[in-house]
């Protein structure tokens, strides 16, 4: 080893000892005669003295890489720095060896500098150095030795499956691969391990697991990247609730070793209707309150246009009455950039006196009681939102996180847990057929085994999915092991049976083989990480992510290929017509 110590390790039990040591300048210090450099490597950070005229010492620059050789001695009394934990001690150097230079850094590795997000992944080398950064990869790191332990303790075997297999709908468009030796034939990239983890369950492995790497060609957000990692899990000859109690062992164990907190189980459960009902989302945070309002039954007779809707619901933010007009404008340029035509509201004057655009639009009657429906306050604002219930639901939802955040009622450093369960099995398309929710491999619950085809629009799904702080952070289901069952739930979505068998005969064709009933989920790795290191987005606790637009700064990709690499991929070749007998 080139060093004889950690400069992080140093304590006041190594004074006296003579110590090599290596790593990068941190900050560089001169005092006169005196230079002072942090030394900072994978384990921390130590102060480093040069009393002499040490030339080298003096031409230093931040992010050097250099060796050091040195005596340990305890810091002078009161300069001890007791925000290091190297800080009651220093290193006197004897010697000095540069290993590498460094040039003008494009950013400040040491401080709180502010620095666009497409710069730190240019330079995601020098970003990693930063302790913010390596601490979450640190952390994300340490969370996957303890996921192994939990999984292990319940009996998964840890199974890789395929990263080239075959394109199949799954709710997002496909990353896809030229195959060479078949000119015009494609590989995709898996959107998620969901057939191949059934398929195991059909195979007899009873448990599997697996740190996966997944690809969907979809929009990015701070929660979203084009490749992803989730923990993707599959048991046999179990309930929901063998899979639930998983998922709890699995999160209990992450937050308590890694965020100290000890999370009371079981979580709570809310219904995929109550949830949206209640808060506007099926991903409802709930570390504060303010609920949503049904008003439909409230203005049942109302003679004000607006809100003679399907569905007409509310949501009240506190003082906000106090709001100036170019505030209350600026609601409405937010709610539009939601896609909605607007929000309207009502302001509560102190004398309990009903104002706004609503105020002025709704009856006598309707004005008198309104306060009281919605439960506000003198001095409070009330959002409304009139449609279809889903869209509107879904807006105030939006508006009560904006109101959480805006007015400070969000407790940031609390946690809240919670499950969303029986969601519907189906949604209407917008040319009026079906679509699966989830996925069209979920069961649906016992009830409505015998009748989803019939009724596609009420149907239920034996589904859950665990949210924290209002991101969901896994979900799954109960699967389908039947292959009537689910050539049915095919033929719901308009899966013609040849379209079927194009796709997933090789499904099908296993459910023939005795499947066992089965079931599992797959939880976000990267929104459990950022949440568990406290992070603004997924991208800061991936070593090497995409920017926002899709795009990796560092490496330039994705880049054009050559005349010649098209032509040996068969990017442009037409498939062979199939052989016949």
């Known amino acids: ?167 199949t709908p799954e709710g997002a468009r496909d990353f896809v691969v030229p195959v060479r030796l078949r000119p015009g034939n494609w ?14 369950m059909v195979g007899g492995l009873e448990r599997y697991y697996q740190l996966a790497r997944c690809f969907r060609d979809e929009d990015s957000r701070k929660d979203r990247q084009p490749e992803f990692t989730q923990i993707d899990l599959e048991m046999s000859f179990v309930t929901r609730e063998d899979v639930i109690a998983v998922g709890e062992a699995i999160v209990s164990t992450l937050w308590r070793e890694l965020a100290g907190y000890e999370i009371p189980m079981p979580l709570p459960r809310m ?70 035509r607007g929000l309207a509201y009502a302001l509560i004057g102190a004398d309990g006196e009903i104002s706004g655009p609503v105020g002025k639009n709704i009856s006598d009657s309707e004005r008198s009681g309104l306060a009281a429906a919605v439960n506000a306050e003198p001095g409070d604002c009330v959002f409304f939102a009139a449609g279809a219930a889903h869209a509107s639901q879904e807006l105030l939802g939006a508006a009560r996180l904006e109101i959480g955040h805006r007015g400070g009622l969000i407790d940031e450093s609390a946690w809240s847990f919670l499950w969303v369960v029986d969601a519907p099995m189906f949604e209407e398309t917008d040319n009026g057929g079906w679509t699966a929710v989830h996925h069209p491999f979920t069961s649906p619950l016992p009830e409505w085994a015998d ?50 068998r194009s796709q997933f005969g090789f499904l099908l064709d296993a459910f023939k083989y005795g499947p066992p009933p089965h079931g599992g989920m797959a939880f976000g790795w990267d929104r459990v990480i950022m949440l568990l290191a406290g992070a603004e987005s997924i991208r800061d606790v991936i070593a090497f992510p995409k920017a926002a637009s899709g795009a990796d700064p560092l490496t330039g990709a994705p880049t054009p290929i050559t005349a010649a690499q098209r032509k040996e991929a068969g990017v442009d070749a037409t498939p062979a017509p199939p052989k016949t007998a």
Not at 460 to 485: L, P
């Open 451 to 500: 009748k989803f085809e019939a009724e596609p629009g009420g149907a239920i799904a034996d589904a859950y999915d665990m949210v924290c702080n209002g991101f969901e952070i896994g979900g799954g289901s109960i699967r389908i092991h039947q292959q009537a069952m689910q050539q049915a739930v095919f033929d719901v979505i308009g899966l013609t049976q040849q379209e079927a």
């Open 187 to 200: 590989y995709a990239l898996p959107q998620s391990p969901q057939l191949f983890k059934q398929l195991l």
């Open 1 to 167: 080893m080139i060093r004889t110590h950690e400069a992080g390790t140093l304590r006041g039990e190594h004074a006296g000892e003579t110590v090599v040591l290596a790593g990068w300048v941190a900050r560089r210090r001169d005092h006169g005669g005196v230079v002072f450099i942090d030394l900072r490597d994978a384990s921390g950070t130590v102060q480093v003295v040069w009393r002499s005229d040490d030339e080298a010492a003096h031409d230093l620059r931040a992010e050097y890489c250099v060796k050091v050789t040195g005596l340990v001695r305890s810091r002078p009394p009161g300069n001890e720095n007791p925000e290091l934990p190297t800080g009651a001690i220093e290193v006197v150097a004897e010697a000095l060896e540069v290993l590498s230079q460094a040039d003008p850094l494009p950013f400040p590795v040491e401080g709180t500098a502010e620095v666009s997000e497409d710069v730190r992944i240019k330079y995601r080398y020098l970003d990693i150095r930063r302790e913010e950064m390596s601490r979450a990869l640190r952390i994300r790191s340490k969370a996957s030795y303890l996921l192994s332990d939990v999984m292990r303790d319940h009996g998964f075997v840890n199974v890789e499956t395929p990263y080239l297999t075959r394109s």
């Open 271 to 340: 219904t995929y209707a109550d949830a949206l009902a209640r808060y506007g989302s099926d991903k409802p945070d709930l570390r504060f309150g303010l609920e949503l309002t049904d008003l439909t039954g409230y203005f049942a007779g109302t003679a004000f246009r607006v809100f003679q809707a399907p569905y007409v619901g509310a949501v009240v933010m506190p003082g906000g009455a106090s709001q100036s007009r170019r505030e209350l404008d600026g609601w409405q340029d937010w709610a539009k950039a939601r896609g909605a």
